[in-house]
């Protein structure tokens, strides 16, 4: 590649990172802010990259590929690192052999997540050091660096992006790659970590954390902006750049770009040279608490929120300075236009069924989510990835009777690879008259269509294993496995009324590809015909965007309309018509 100035989104100038840095293997977990970074470095013939089931395996495989004697790296969103804790907690006494880098992205304001968890905690708790990037420039710089700051302290490191550094393009210039190879050797009291040898490992995480705090004193990777003296701020990642186009040079700066451990000599010598410090961060207050611990003066929480996503003209107006980002507003109003699935999506079928039935459905994480939407309305619980089979299983065995008959978990084909198997393993062990769903649209929809284990594809889009979801689930214990076409509403209603009847544990699979891949040949768009509407909105019970009512009518946009036939088999009236003739 030239090596010229690019302009580069922050998630690609990671992935830039990780090429040069000479990383070999990447094992992720797709997650909005993180996709990109595996995504773009799978276009790097050079590294081995997948799609892991989920970011406990992606981790631990990473972490093989690190003690095989290659860099490696593993990628994943906040909540994945949840899944991940348990084997990042224990590498951290382990140590590495060749350099391990785990990459996490916040996603502060929610924009496609359940929570807005600050990770900083998982780097603290686990005594790893974590690094942040506030632009695609440090993306790519801190990426190499933390590879020699793995190698040379024996650590795993945390790489912390959020969305406005993953998502936003600033300049880069790429190098070349260099590939370091360290020998596997054996090591049975440094990699065995049963608790005699887990032990002695501990004084070694603490010492490593001592080293580490000396080295975050002189660290490249923290400095001070001295500027005006009246106001300093200790900042970190994005909210570095709000307070910079707020302030520029009028107040002084120590930027953290190692956020775990943080210095502590620093932080004091920088305090002394200010008249006024102020932590300015998103989510929760560790940079502002680090400072109180060391008995320094020094606000945060009390004047920037502790909630959501910041912005140039929240810093402003929070430290008393006028707004300076204009607000844009039109001429005319936009129409609110509320989530809801895509038109022909196949999920759509099922949700209506369900709700149709009065079932009480208890659902997961996947665009399927907005089955809780109006007007279809039919999930009622959305936890964590594969939480609906286990909650399913556990509200019916409490209910009995009267919830089992009309109580489904519905969960995505991706989903259920990630954390929905030992879910059915418990329904399947300790019996409960549960009926499983699982929503096969042959893709991970929400975060961009990667491929999973049960699509036959790999990162690269080349043939690949595939799991039969059908035998895994007889296999694990069910003997009623049926297969619907969410499209067929009758059959879904049928084979739903019978699965919820029998005493026994029951799997559905409704299965139908998203009707946004490019493989899926579409049907001609239907219309309506408006002498044969009778204007009675059944057809607006699905919540298909490509409907709607004009002049008292249903009409079809047919730049939308997929052609899946899903509301002509609600009109009791015949209106609906295929153009397929007139093609």
């Known amino acids: 590649m030239d090596n010229t100035k690019q302009l580069m989104l922050g998630n690609k100038a990671v992935a830039r990172g990780l090429y040069e840095a000479g990383v070999c293997f990447i094992s992720s977990y797709p997650g909005t802010p993180s996709t990109e970074i595996t995504e773009e470095a799978a276009k790097y013939d050079e590294i081995y990259c997948e799609w892991a089931p989920n970011e406990k395996v992606a981790m631990e495989s990473a972490f093989g590929a690190c003690l095989a004697g290659k860099r490696a790296f593993c990628g994943q969103k906040h909540v994945g690192l949840n899944v991940a804790a348990d084997p990042l907690y224990t590498m951290s006494y382990t140590g590495v052999n060749a350099g391990l880098v785990i990459g996490v992205a916040d996603d502060a304001g929610m924009h496609s997540s359940q929570n807005e968890q600050d990770s900083r905690h998982h780097a603290i708790a686990a005594k790893v050091p974590m690094i942040e990037p506030s632009d695609s420039t440090e993306a790519l710089e801190y990426t190499k660096l933390a590879y020699e700051l793995s190698e040379k302290f024996d650590t795993p490191v945390l790489l912390k992006m959020c969305t406005r550094v993953a998502h936003s393009q600033s300049v880069v210039t790429p190098g070349t790659r260099t590939v370091p190879v360290k020998q596997y050797e054996k090591n049975i009291a440094k990699y ?174 996947g665009c399927y989510t907005l089955g809780a939407v109006a007007p279809l309305s039919a999930i009622e619980l959305t936890l964590c990835m594969g939480a609906s089979i286990g909650a399913t299983h556990g509200f019916n065995k409490v209910l009995g009777e009267e919830s089992s008959h009309k109580t489904v978990a519905v969960i995505g084909d991706s989903t259920f690879m990630h954390s929905g198997m030992t879910g059915l393993a418990n329904v399947a062990y300790n019996q409960s008259n549960s009926t499983i769903i699982i929503l096969d649209n042959s893709i991970t929809g929400m975060t961009g269509h990667q491929q999973n284990p049960t699509t036959g594809y790999n990162i690269k889009g080349d043939p690949a294993g595939k799991i039969n979801l059908e035998a895994l689930c007889r296999a694990m214990g069910f003997e009623r496995v049926r297969v619907v076409d969410p499209y067929n509403l009758a059959e879904c209603d049928q084979v739903l009324k019978e699965e919820l009847a029998v005493n026994e544990p029951s799997v559905i699979i409704s299965r139908r590809p998203c009707a946004l891949l490019k493989y899926v040949k579409h049907e001609a768009p239907l219309r309506v015909n408006p002498d044969k509407c009778r204007s009675c909105r059944s057809c607006m019970r699905i919540g298909c965007p490509a409907i709607s009512m004009k002049n008292n009518k249903a009409t079809i946009d047919p730049t939308l309309c997929v052609g899946c036939g899903v509301c002509s088999q609600m009109c009791h009236f015949d209106a609906f018509e295929s153009t397929k003739k007139e093609a």
């Open 192 to 365: 065995v970590m049963m608790p005699g040898n887990a032990i002695k490992r501990h004084p070694f995480v603490e010492e490593r954390m001592q080293a580490l705090t000396e080295y975050a004193e002189t660290s490249p990777l923290n400095r001070v902006e001295m500027g005006g003296t009246e106001i300093g701020i200790i900042t970190a990642s994005t909210s570095y750049q709000y307070v910079k186009e707020v302030f520029g040079d009028r107040v002084s700066v120590l930027k953290l770009g190692l956020t775990n451990p943080m210095p502590v000599q620093l932080i004091k010598d920088f305090a002394a040279k200010v008249d006024r410090l102020i932590v300015v961060e998103e989510l929760d207050p560790i940079i502002e608490n680090h400072v109180k611990q060391l008995g320094i003066k020094v606000e945060g929480k009390d004047l920037l929120p502790i909630l959501y996503e910041f912005s140039q003209n929240l810093v402003a107006k929070s430290l008393g300075e006028t707004p300076h980002v204009p607000a844009y507003t039109l001429d005319t109003p936009i129409p609110v236009r509320p989530p809801v699935m895509c038109a022909g999506c196949p999920h759509r079928g099922m949700f209506y069924t369900l709700n149709k039935n009065k079932c009480t459905v208890l659902g997961d994480i």
